[in-house]
């Protein structure tokens, strides 16, 4: 999964995100940060789970092909046991690497509280946090998961209703499933910096606080 941010957005993509945040930028004093992960969490009970759930009904069919082994008698359940043992190693793997194999596997709770808990360690490591007005917003974009977080300081929370973004991660989340992801961020970015214009216009001596885009 570790490349699937990189192969989200292609170079010209990247330019037009970047384009977008830096124009949105030019009417407020807020700092916009889209950012995009390969995954929030690598998920090994998923991979356990899927394992598990492959290997025992093949291993089921080659016990019964190689003889009725499973039915034969106590001590040929260690055969069995083998022949599981074998293709859970191989099943797991195929699990580890085929990700929408692996989605099938992995609860729809576990998706949101993952990708929220590295929405919010991104946010802290990337320093947005530290814009001097507190104005810094990041839109969490986890490739894997299809999810979509958007995560502002508390100068923002102060005068935004945090549910105002909700459309705005909506509006992500469409464009993902239609295969438009950066026609998408683009148009989130913008209305993100037309709600943060109502609160913090631009000032004469804003500077560009942090990245207007980051992959990882």
Known sequence: MQNLAEKFLNAADRERVEAAVRAAEKTTSGEIV???VSASYHYPMADVLGGVSLA?????LLAYILGGL???GSSNMWVFMGVFC??????HRVVQRVWPLKRV????????EEVREAALIGFFKEELFRTRDATGIL??????EHKVWVLADRGINSKVE????????AHVVDGIKKGRQADAICEAVDEVGK?????FPVKADDTDELDNLIIS
Do not use: K, N, Y
Not at 162 to 169: G, L, M, P
């Open 139 to 144: 839109i969490f974009i986890s490739v894997f």
């Open 105 to 112: 596997f992995i609860s729809d709770r576990e998706v949101a």
């Open 34 to 36: 889209p950012m995009i």
């Open 195 to 199: 709600i943060l214009a109502e609160h």
């Open 56 to 60: 025992l009904p093949i291993s089921i």
């Open 70 to 72: 499973l039915w034969v």
């Open 162 to 169: 945090t549910d105002r973004w909700d459309t705005v991660v």
């Open 86 to 91: 074998a293709v859970f190693i191989v099943c």
